[in-house]
């Protein structure tokens, strides 16, 4: 089958909502098709050794709001970015970078692969613009919200939002993870193509 559109479909932990003063903590990318059928992926934990990184961190782990921290032991992620030896950290930069390299040796050309996700324009756009400018230069500016779309199939067709939300259930305690958030976001993305008809 041609392939006639890509999607890097995109998932970011980070410490907190802010791309001006939050940091990525680990990053998550899937390359797929135009029917979602997954052709690559790639994934890592994110650090850097600068003040902003400093400062994100303290206010996360010691801040008043322990929420996002709360969520991070919960999901294993600060066990995971504390072990280093098991768990080697590359800093955005150089994961901006292979990503793009990546995609090109995939054959993605430039400027074409939207970026799929969830909240994937409000939240994980905006830390690739900060933060990983090599990569946002590489993909497409359109995003493919799933989020957007939940938010329609909800309103139309609220049974198929009830049935997305029981098969969710069963999938709660591998959320907060890059990867397994951006595959979360595939399933999503195809479940909804699959009720429309379009897969």
Request: glycine residues 4%; aromatic residues 10%; negative net charge.
């Amino acid at each position: 089958m041609t392939v006639t559109r890509y999607y890097a479909v995109t998932d970011l932990e980070t410490t907190g909502l802010d791309s001006l003063s939050d940091v990525i903590l680990e990053a998550a990318v899937i390359l797929v098709d135009q029917n979602f059928t997954i052709i690559d992926a790639r994934q890592s934990l994110i650090h850097s050794d600068d003040d902003r990184y400093t400062n994100a961190l303290t206010r996360t782990i010691f801040g008043e709001d322990q929420f996002v921290n709360k969520m991070h032991q919960e999901s294993g992620l600060w066990d995971a970015w504390n072990d280093d030896a098991k768990n080697p950290h590359v800093t955005p930069t150089a994961f901006a970078v292979e990503t793009a390299q990546w995609l090109d040796g995939h054959g993605v050309p430039p400027r074409q692969a939207p970026l799929l996700g969830n909240s994937i324009g409000s939240l994980d756009r905006p830390f690739i613009q900060q933060m990983m400018s090599p990569l946002n230069d590489w993909l497409s500016y359109r995003n493919f919200d799933v989020s957007s779309w939940r938010l329609g199939i909800e309103d139309q067709h609220p049974e198929w939002h009830a049935e997305w939300e029981s098969l969710l259930e069963s999938r709660e305690e591998k959320q907060h993870r890059a990867m397994d958030d951006a595959l979360l976001s595939i399933d999503q993305i195809r479940f909804y193509y699959e009720k429309l008809g379009l897969l």
